[in-house]
Structure formats: structure tokens, C-alpha cells
């Protein structure tokens, strides 16, 4: 099941986008500012974020940005009452992805979720296939060689996302801030931890590996590429 975060200030909208998305379906998580989302997303692992813009505390444009600039990259669908081209224009420039103006056809919101999710490579049934290898996200599971393992949940998101992106590089902040949460005051060196853990569990898997990139952080390579 996908996690959404809904970050608007008013109730009744709050309360109408958390309904009419999971009866679609998804898992909704409602937050009433800016700065009440980035604190939900130190305990859950967000799929894509609906926001309002104008909200107190905490507008929708900085938390796009607060995101963006820690390098998040979870679809991010902006919603507001605004119809200016300038405002459209900020939003895209802070990182949003889609932008809708209200009054919200919920049905098209949906749609969009749904194309968002799709645009960020993320399967419907959330399963990455690397040789013979199946990573299943909302069971935690490893399939290897048709031999099903439980990961630890850190390890297997750590997994999961440097298989989503294989070749791709990244910075122990960036797999700390997305898996532990931007203020978590865990040390950075337990990434080297998980992933030391992860070669062992993998020694013998032929379809992939974890690369250290000195001075960088990781990336997973394909064996069979």
C-alpha cells in the first residue's frame, strides 16, 4: 500500500482528499502544516505528498524546498487556491511535480496520484526484479533463488532504494535523511553498518552488488549489465 502525505490547513479538505484517496486505495497520513508533515516524515516512509500552498508555520512552497534541498524525491502534488502563472512558476521551481487549483475535482486528483506514482517508476505492485532476485516492498521480503527472507525494515529500504536506482549515487546524508529522517540524531556511520550487513546477507547473489564509491557514499550495480 502506497503512503501519502495531505498537508492543508483546512479540516474539511483535509478530511475530503484523506477519504476519497484511500478509498482508492492508498494509505493517507493528514498534516496540518508544513512543519507537522516534515515531522510525520521522521517516523514514516512517504510515497507522495498532496500540499496546500498557503498554510501557517510552514507554507507549501518551503516545504517543497526544505525537501528538495535534502534531497527527497517523493512525487509532490501542489494544491491551491491560486491560478496565477507567477505561482504555478514558483512551484515548479521549488520541486513540486504537479500543481492543481481548487476547487479540487477529486476524481481528477486521484488520476493524478495515479500518474505520478507511475512517472516515478514506483510498480503497482511494488516489486523491483533485479536477475532472480524479487524485492517485495510492503512485505519486507527478499526472493532469492526462490528462497523468501524477511529483512530488518532499515535494511530492506535501504535495499529497496539503491535497487530502484541502480548506477545511481548516493551520499550516506542523502540515504539517512530519506530512510531515518531529515533530524535524526542516529549517527551517519550506521549506514556503514546496514550496509555491511546487507553484503553479508547477498555474498553469494549473482544478480547484484553494493559498491562503495570512495569520498561519495553507494550505489548498486547490476552483475548482469
Known amino acids: 500500500m502506497f503512503n501519502i502525505l495531505v498537508v ?5 479538505m483535509r478530511e475530503l482528499f484523506c477519504t476519497v484517496l484511500e478509498q482508492s486505495g492508498y494509505r493517507c497520513i493528514p498534516a ?5 508533515a516534515l515531522d510525520i516524515m521522521e517516523r514514516e516512509f512517504i ?15 518551503a516545504l517543497t524546498k526544505a525537501l528538495r534541498d535534502a534531497d527527497y524525491n517523493m512525487p509532490i502534488l501542489m494544491v491551491t487556491a ?8 514558483k512551484g515548479f521551481r521549488v520541486g513540486s511535480d504537479d500543481y492543481m487549483i481548487k476547487p479540487i475535482n477529486v476524481k481528477e486528483l486521484v488520476l493524478r496520484v495515479e500518474a505520478l506514482l507511475r512517472r516515478a517508476r514506483i510498480s503497482s505492485e511494488k516489486k523491483i526484479v533485479v536477475g532472480s532476485t524479487v524485492l517485495d516492498y510492503d512485505a519486507l521480503t527478499v526472493t532469492l ?11 530492506f529500504y535501504l535495499l ?20 531515518w529522517g531529515m533530524y535524526s540524531e542516529t549517527d551517519e556511520r550506521t549506514i556503514n553498518t546496514h550496509i ?11 544478480d547484484f552488488e553494493i559498491v562503495t564509491v570512495r569520498g561519495l557514499g553507494y550505489k548498486a550495480v547490476k552483475k548482469n549489465d
Open 145 to 155: 533463488n526462490g528462497k523468501e527472507s524477511i529483512l530488518p525494515q532499515k535494511e
Open 47 to 61: 510515497d507522495l505528498i498532496v500540499s496546500d500552498i498557503m498554510m501557517p508555520n510552514m507554507d507549501g512552497y
Open 8 to 12: 492543508e490547513d483546512d479540516a474539511d
Open 196 to 206: 555491511n550487513r546487507l553484503r553479508e546477507r547477498f555474498a553469494s547473489c549473482d
Open 82 to 89: 491560486k491560478d496565477q502563472f507567477d505561482d504555478m512558476q
Open 160 to 179: 529497496y532504494k539503491l535497487l530502484s536506482y541502480p548506477n545511481k549515487i548516493f551520499t550516506r546524508q542523502q540515504l539517512m535523511d530519506e530512510i
Open 32 to 36: 496540518h502544516d508544513g512543519k507537522d
